[in-house]
Each structure stands twice: as C-alpha cells, then as structure tokens.
C-alpha cells in the first residue's frame, strides 16, 4: 500500500493568481507534486465546454456531478501515493465540508490567497476568458469563514510568496486546519469555533 499524498490546497478568488502560486510550489518544492486544477480538465478538453456554451448541454444540470467527481478524483490521487498542488475556488455551500471529509485520511496544508480588488479587477479584464464579475464576487464571498495554515498575499512578489508557503509547509507544527475541521466534523460540529 503507497503512503498517501499530501495535498498543499490552494484557495482563492477567480484571477487571484492561485495558478502562478501553484506552478512555483511545483517547481521548488523537494517532492514531487501534481499541480491540478479546474482549469486544466477544462483548457484539456475533457469537459465539452463548447457545447455547454452553445446551450447543447445544461452545465447548471452538469456542475453538481462534475464537481462531485472532481473532488472523490482527487481524494483517490491522495489516497494511491500522488503528492497534490490543488488549486481550486470554494464558491459552493457544503464543498469545504465535502472536501474536509474526503481528505481526511491526508495530510493537506490550507493555503489563503488575497489579491486586493483593483488588481484582481485588472487581472480578470486583461485575461479575457473569464466572466466578468466573477472575480470579485469570488473576494467577497470565498474567505468569510474560512481559516487556514498560511495566507498570502498576491500583489506581493510571486517568488517571495512561494518561498513563504514551502517554507510555512516545511515549518509547520501541531494539528492543520483539515485536521481540526476534521476533528470538528467527527463531533458534530461544522466550525473550529
């Protein structure tokens, strides 16, 4: 039986720029990582994105089980010895629950990325290829609530940043966020509080 993966979980608004964090960490870290987001099944082709947009298919019918898969996939890379760099946006009720039981069984280091709202404003028009809005919906919404092992902060240099989360990862003492939510979760509870 492999020893698990660890997951280094980065979370953050659309255009925030959890991708170039995610690729540094790749690139620096002593072991080797899967960088896997939503992005790249999409930008791949494996979701029929075209058709969805040409209103072929009914993506709000498809969101739910595309996520469900998405997340129970990336549970059984951990679970067969596959270290992870994931990158991904909790903008859904119930996913970091979801999620905080999928992984239980794995070591994951939670990782808070802030980008201020002009510059994420800025990224999101100059990229083209998101909704416009989302972004900032996304910095309203997708922090409340949540704590994690490291939090950064994108309009800093993007070196110093992935030296800051390897470096807090390396570091690290005591019980990480997933765990004690997981700890929480096995009590009932839904919070750290």
Not at 97 to 121: K, M
């Amino acid at each position: 039986m492999a020893e698990p993966g660890k997951i280094i979980f980065v979370h953050g608004a659309s255009s925030s720029g959890k991708s170039t964090l995610a690729r540094g960490i790749q690139a620096r870290i002593e072991l080797p990582f899967w960088h896997i987001s939503i992005d790249h099944l999409r930008d791949a082709g494996v979701l029929p994105t075209a058709r969805f947009k040409s209103g072929d298919f009914d993506w709000k019918a498809a969101r739910k089980p595309f996520f469900d898969g998405f997340h129970h996939s990336l549970a059984a890379y951990a679970r067969t010895g596959n270290n992870l760099v994931l990158e991904h946006i909790l903008d859904t009720e119930g996913w970091l629950d979801d999620l905080v039981a999928l992984f239980s069984p794995f070591d994951v280091f939670f990782v808070g990325v802030h980008c201020p709202l002009p510059l994420l404003i800025d990224r999101e028009l100059a990229r083209g290829d998101r909704k416009i809005g989302s972004a900032e919906q996304d910095f309203r919404t997708i922090h409340a609530g949540k704590r994690y092992d490291i939090e950064i902060s994108t309009d800093d240099e993007a070196d110093a940043n992935v030296a800051r989360v390897i470096a807090a990862w390396r570091g690290r003492t005591g019980a990480s966020v997933f765990r004690r939510l997981a700890g929480a979760q096995g009590q009932g509870r839904s919070s750290l509080d």
